[in-house]
């Protein structure tokens, strides 16, 4: 890795102009693109800490060995530079919104002499419009069903030549879903005219050839023509059928492109929902990997500028508006940049309430299932498990495959109902059955770091002596013989029988060792941890800390963490890990402190049952009229006698004879002992 010292340009020599700037590594590539309003003051924050900077962007400058800058006129030129060198130059380090997918679309070539009606991916051509995007088998319905009533040609080239040639037309025209203008059934005026009608609908515009066919119909009624009445019908069913699979959700005339992200520390998820005529078009989505260190402002500049940056010269693609979560990052420039494409005004907006608000949480709704599902099929993924667990290995240079991994979490509020987490992966893969919680009181519960030494303490200690009791259990007369009859008996077969010669060892409260603990947490956790496993001699297991504010792996007695890179199988899966023991460790308390905040005063009292204390309270009234009763008085309570009361007396009164009020936390309602 380069020093940044070594290629730092001198602060004299960086304009304080806008720019655009490249760092390239010592191969030359560009990998990252950045533009700044001050080259200075931006460039100069790079070198001036490196040590300070966040893992992402220290990697970045570490990568590199040169750096250059291109001095422009306005913010609104460098944004327009950078979206030009990114992609080009498609940087490592600089966020990229990739579809996952290529998305089709429904094409009609105008440029033709007979326009073709397709379904095409991919760069766009000129003279061709385009309707979309769509999921791949509504399109194929859709291009289906609107061909019996707008029977335009759809054939290749080398079909339509042969039609031509021989005088007789495809498939197709047969079936009467292709007008066969190859064949002169029809003139290329009128065929031009169908594919005209053809993308006047796909606008949007459904109605008058809704209204044109029904008049068709009556017409055909009073004819008698019952045959071609019923496949105009069929046409008007097909038609409506298309027309409202797009579901209303804005004020007819809205054309806007709606987008939203979920995102994490690694990863964000987007999707976006085109609405032309107030109705659903099409919807695409990303994930992408976070490689730089973006906010979710600047977050949403890169996504405008890249997908609308693709789409440039494309006649309609940009929509009115552009309704976002929240606004990007030079909004007034990127405005007049989207402006420039469409050749008109763009509003970028961010919606606050209606049927717009409404919209964007459902497509955030849908960002947040899509990175769901993307994270739940990447953990499910064999290859990418195993490469994930080796990526671990060698990144932490442990001798050993991690073939189990447990890791611990503590969790409480403000120092109540303190309690720890112990979640368990086998071979890249959950094992709920070996999950722990663990209960924290007296001293360790002051602090996470003693919290964690306790469990830790706790987990292994009670491993060592399961371990001792089975030793044990190996040494008792018999337990080869055991052994020994019992494979003899697995080989003979189910008939076979075997005396009980010893008794079976007890069965064990937590199953064999992990090759690496994680603990949730930075260096204090990780050293407690590390003194836990040697104060009960255990060398041969490793620890680790993930800090979740920079996503940094700490050693144990280590000055500095360790580093993984941002796309790492290996630190997405401690990262899963982690974020599992957080859950379970949450709920652990949330129920603790829920039966905390149910406690009774009179639960302390021996003898005195659930029956009894609801006998107690409808005779009294309060635990206040309970607590000030004499004996004599709480015996009228039905099914208390003499001694309970003296026992529930004894239970409210202190040596001095003075009544004793149970103190509260007010801030969880936990009846503390006194």
């Not at 508006?321 to 420039?333: D, F, G, K, T």
């Amino acid at each position: 890795m380069a020093d940044p010292a070594s290629y730092r340009p001198q602060t004299g020599e960086i304009p304080t102009n806008p720019g655009v700037y490249r760092f390239r590594d010592p191969h030359g590539r560009v990998v990252y693109v950045g533009k700044a309003k001050n080259l200075r003051a931006r460039l100069n924050s790079y070198f001036a800490n490196p040590a300070g900077l966040l893992p992402k962007t220290y990697a970045m400058v570490h990568t590199a060995s040169s750096v250059e800058w291109t001095v422009v006129s306005s913010e609104l030129e460098s944004l327009q530079l950078e979206y030009t060198w990114i992609k080009e130059f498609t940087p490592r380090f600089n966020v990229m919104f990739r579809d996952d997918k290529s998305y089709p679309y429904l094409a009609v070539s105008m440029g033709e002499k007979y326009p073709r009606v397709q379904v095409l991916r991919g760069e766009r051509r000129k003279g061709t419009r385009y309707f979309g995007p769509y999921t791949a088998g509504a399109i194929r319905d859709t291009m289906d069903t609107l061909l019996r009533v707008f029977p335009v040609r759809s054939c290749s080239p080398g079909v339509l030549k042969r039609a031509e040639a021989s005088g007789r037309p495809c498939l197709l025209g047969y079936i009467d879903k292709c007008a066969a203008p190859c064949v002169g059934r029809i003139s290329a005026a009128d065929h031009r005219a169908l594919a005209e009608d053809f993308c006047t609908f796909m606008g949007g515009e459904a109605k008058p050839f809704v209204t044109r066919l029904e008049k068709d119909m009556a017409a055909a009624v009073a004819e008698l023509d019952y045959e071609r009445a019923a496949r105009i019908r069929d046409d008007i069913v097909a038609l409506k059928k298309v027309f409202e699979r797009n579901a209303v959700v804005l004020a007819e005339g809205t054309d806007a492109d709606v987008f939203a992200l979920h995102e994490d520390e690694l990863e964000a998820a987007v999707q976006v929902f085109h609405v032309r005529g107030g109705r659903i078009r099409g919807q695409r989505g990303w994930v992408v990997e976070k490689v730089e260190d973006s906010t979710t402002p600047d977050l949403v500049e890169h996504l405008l500028q890249q997908v609308y940056g693709e789409e440039a010269g494309l006649e309609g693609r940009l929509p009115r508006e552009v309704l976002v979560p929240v606004e990007p990052s030079n909004a007034a420039e990127l405005a007049l940049w989207l402006g420039g494409l469409r050749g008109a005004r763009v509003d970028i907006r961010v919606p606050q309430r209606g049927d717009k608000a409404a919209l964007l949480s459902t497509v955030r709704e849908n960002a947040e299932h899509a990175l769901k599902l993307h994270k739940s099929r990447r953990a499910g993924d064999l290859t990418m498990r195993s490469q994930a667990l080796q990526e671990l290995q060698e990144a932490l240079e442990l001798p050993v495959a991690l073939l189990r991994i447990e890791c611990f979490d503590i969790s409480h509020v403000q120092g109540t109902n303190v309690v720890g987490s112990m979640v368990v992966v086998e071979d890249g893969l959950p094992k709920k059955s070996d999950y722990r919680k663990f209960s924290v009181t007296g001293e360790a519960a002051n602090d996470d770091t003693a919290a964690m030494h306790d469990v830790l303490t706790r987990r292994f200690r009670n491993y060592l002596q399961e371990q001792s009791v089975q030793a044990d259990a190996a040494r008792q007369p018999g337990h080869q013989a055991m052994l020994n009859a019992t494979a003899d008996a697995a080989v003979a077969g189910p008939l076979s029988t075997v005396a009980d010669t010893t008794t079976p060892a007890p069965r064990t409260k937590f199953a064999y060792p992990p090759n690496l603990v994680v603990v949730d947490g930075g260096k204090p956790q990780v050293n407690a941890a590390a003194r836990a496993l040697a104060g009960l001699g255990i060398d041969d297991v490793y620890v680790v800390g993930l800090a979740k504010r920079l996503e940094e792996v700490w050693l144990p007695d280590s000055d500095f963490p360790v580093i993984l890179p941002r796309a790492s199988a290996g630190l997405y899966l401690l990262q899963r890990i982690r974020d599992e023991a957080h859950r379970f460790a949450i709920s652990f308390h949330r129920q603790k402190r829920g039966k905390a905040m149910t406690v009774s005063a009179l639960d302390g009292v021996p003898g005195l049952g659930e029956s009894k204390r609801k006998a107690l309270l409808a005779q009294f009234g309060s635990v206040k009229s309970i607590r000030t009763a004499s004996v004599e008085e709480l015996t009228g309570a039905k099914g208390i006698g003499p001694s309970l009361a003296a026992a529930i007396v004894r239970h409210f009164t202190d040596d001095d004879g003075a009544t004793t009020v149970p103190a509260i936390n007010m801030t969880t309602g936990e009846i503390l002992e006194t």
